[in-house]
């Protein structure tokens, strides 16, 4: 089994990054701008990959620890995405695992890139109030060269 890893400094409080990290709403701001909320409320659907990606949150005892089980997608079905907060004042440290991935394979490598990418996003919009800055837009992923962090 392979996991793709990831730690940032965020400058926000971590309910504000649970927030982001916990719903539909959140994850639209940063990952994806076409977000679904599913019938079931701790199930989201993205619209990209022709909407075949849905992940359900997982309940944990922390609150500071945010699972997402990815329930189909391409080489990610049975994965699990997970945050780990910790609170430092007005600080938080995200820890990111995307775990259980099968093995590495070259879309493995692929997507620890984008999610390199995509941890620097998050940190934006805890850091900004929330402003909408997704990486993966309706239009397809956005220019990095159009729009900073």
């Known amino acids: 089994m392979a996991d793709i890893r990831h730690s940032i400094a965020v400058e926000a409080p971590a309910d504000r990054v649970t927030r982001l990290v916990s719903s539909a709403d959140g994850l639209a701001t940063w990952w994806a701008e076409d977000v679904t909320q599913m019938p079931n409320p701790a199930a989201v659907e993205f619209g990209f990959f022709d909407r075949s990606t849905v992940y359900r949150l997982v309940r944990t005892e922390s609150p500071h620890d945010i699972r997402w089980l ?16 910790q609170p ?20 493995f490598v692929s997507c ?26 309706k239009t397809g992923m956005e220019s990095s060269a159009s729009r900073a962090y």
């Open 88 to 107: 430092k004042g007005q600080q938080t440290l995200v820890g990111f695992s995307h775990e259980r991935w099968t093995e590495a394979t070259p879309y």
């Open 70 to 85: 990815c329930e189909t997608g391409h080489e990610w079905a049975g994965t699990e995405l997970v945050f780990r907060l």
């Open 112 to 137: 620890n890139t984008v999610w390199g990418h995509l941890m620097f996003k998050l940190k934006h919009a805890a850091e900004h109030g929330g402003v909408p800055r997704p990486l993966f837009t």
